[in-house]
């Protein structure tokens, strides 16, 4: 007699990134022996590896291997089966899809505490897919909102709010139309740096230096000091000295002639980088003004001399007197010095010592601390 054996072929197509080796296959259910299962749209080299498999009880499975290098767009592939032990029965070919789509990225820089929007594009789709965002820690789903199909674009966006700890976020698009593809990610890195400056508040007519530091840039940083709008370069009464980028540290400082010591002023610290955001401090240079008085007496006579600072921003401020090599800031014991230190309220302070005329006298105020 003569038999008709009928069986089915299930394909399975992949959706999946550029670049990314995958497997697609070829299914016959319903078999009673091994079949043949041949693979073409290709050319076969490296890139390419096919197997027919065996058959299992009632089916059998051949796969077709495609490495990354191949992985660069949208292909069909053909799945041919046909009867080993009787080459005159019809062949049956299936077509294999394989879509190829691509995710984009970006790294950002923060300064520490800040909050950040990270965004994962995915380009060259046919469907709608599905996208998530992870740490090691598991899903993220506060803050994540993922969009439409647009065309063949599809976006989504991460939130983060008060950011202080150098963090990897995986962004994980699964296709909805070919699940048995698997998630595909890629990684955002969302970098941390601090950045510290130190203000200073001098006498009018005094030379000083500012410093601006900053940690954990990436290699590509600058960092640079501004005045309102223009970069400040070394000239015109201002020295600036760069320490080059070492293990994610950089470092500037900003020195200033006398001559350019006569009002307070402010500057700003800038550290830039691709991708970075909210870089920069501003360091404060507050300036105070200084007068004593002086008298000519008997010697052997008491005098009052007095010293004012004025225009002071500090909350606690000391006035030394110094005689013959000995400070005096506060009342003494000395029975022929007496320092009275008066009130800050009003942003200056004036302290009388009482001394022979015969000492050589200097007021000084050397540091402030705010």
Known sequence: GVSLNTYSVTVYGKEVQAGSATIISCKIMDITEEMSIAWSGFTAGDNYSESMGEREGSSQTGILVVKGPAVTQDTEYTCTVSSISNPASATHA????????????????????????????????????????????????????????????QSSTLSLDAISITTEYKCSVTSQDYPESGAQTATALVGVFGISVSSEEVRVGTSTTLACSATGVQQSATIQWYSGVEVIETGSGYTVTTELWNNGYLATSLSIDAGSVTEDNSFTCVVEAEGQEDQSEIAYLLTYGMTVTSYDVVEGTAATLTCSVEGVSASDVTVVWVVAGVEYSEPSADENYNVVEGDLATGSQTSTLHCPVTSQLTATKPSLAE
């Open 94 to 153: 299936e077509v294999v899809e394989l879509n190829v789509f691509e995710i984009t990225t970006s790294n950002k820089q923060i300064k520490s505490g800040n909050s950040v929007t990270l965004t994962c594009s995915v380009s060259d789709l046919t469907a709608a897919v599905k996208m998530e965002w992870y740490t090691v820690n598991g899903e993220i789903t506060e803050g994540v909102t993922t969009g439409d199909l647009s065309g063949s674009l």
